[in-house]
């Protein structure tokens, strides 16, 4: 149990144009999602919390207009980045968590943004 | 304020035991998780101790002393597979994680 899923897995693109990661919970319902980011080397930098029906709470130095998340369902989030520049290049991980805030997050397997 | 380390890298051999160690300062605490992470992976849960103590699962064990600060993953047995990095983050008390910057577990054969 306890599966998460991310599409797409790896994407490259060009630079000024925006992406789109989707981020499922399978086999349950997700009550918060979690968005880190990850550059090589160094440990997952929590980009944003959403809660299913309500916006996102981002953290501080997170661009909310740059990084817009949709918590449309209990199983499926969204994370669209918009006018991706090179600088943008990143591992995007997302996280799920069901019950309550003690339960254990179950993080997706990851999208590689590659942007020239 | 709020800071958590562990060691940046870590030898071991195959078969062989080794301890990762994790130190934390935090007003508030609410358990502390560790994962592992493959190179190119997302990562994945390990065990998670919110009392003091040994929890062990397997080959893993977890260890807990919460007035330290400090909690260690005993690895028995290692095999080839376990070479990863190895996530410590605490639970504040906004129930946030908070992470470590992972320990590369190097294992020779």
């Known amino acids: 149990g306890a599966v998460v899923s991310q599409h797409p897995s790896r994407v490259i693109c060009k630079s000024g144009t925006s992406v789109k990661i989707e981020c499922r919970s399978l086999d349950f319902q997700a009550t918060t999602m979690f968005w880190y980011r990850q550059f090589p080397k160094q440990s997952l930098m929590l980009m944003a919390t959403?809660?299913?029906?309500?916006?996102?709470?981002?953290e501080q130095g997170v661009e909310k207009d740059k990084f817009l998340i949709n918590h449309a369902s209990l199983t499926l989030s969204t994370l669209t980045v918009t006018s991706a520049h090179p600088e943008d290049s990143s591992f995007y991980i997302c996280s799920a968590r069901y019950g309550s805030v003690r339960e254990t997050q179950y993080f997706g397997p990851g999208t590689r943004l590659l942007v020239l | 304020g709020q800071n958590i380390d562990q060691p940046t890298e870590m030898t071991a051999t195959e078969g062989a035991i080794v301890q990762i160690n994790c130190t934390y300062q935090t007003s508030g605490f609410n358990g502390l998780f560790w994962y592992q992470q493959h190179a190119g992976e997302a990562p994945t849960f390990l065990s998670y101790n919110v009392l003091d103590g040994l929890e062990e699962k397997g080959r893993f064990s977890s260890f807990l002393s919460r007035s330290k600060g400090y909690s260690y993953l005993l690895l028995k047995e290692l095999q080839m597979k376990d070479s990863a990095s190895y996530l410590c983050a605490f639970m504040d008390s906004n129930y946030q994680l908070i992470w470590g910057a992972g320990t590369k577990l190097i294992i020779k054969p």
């Open positions: 959403s809660n299913e029906g309500s916006k996102a709470t981002y």
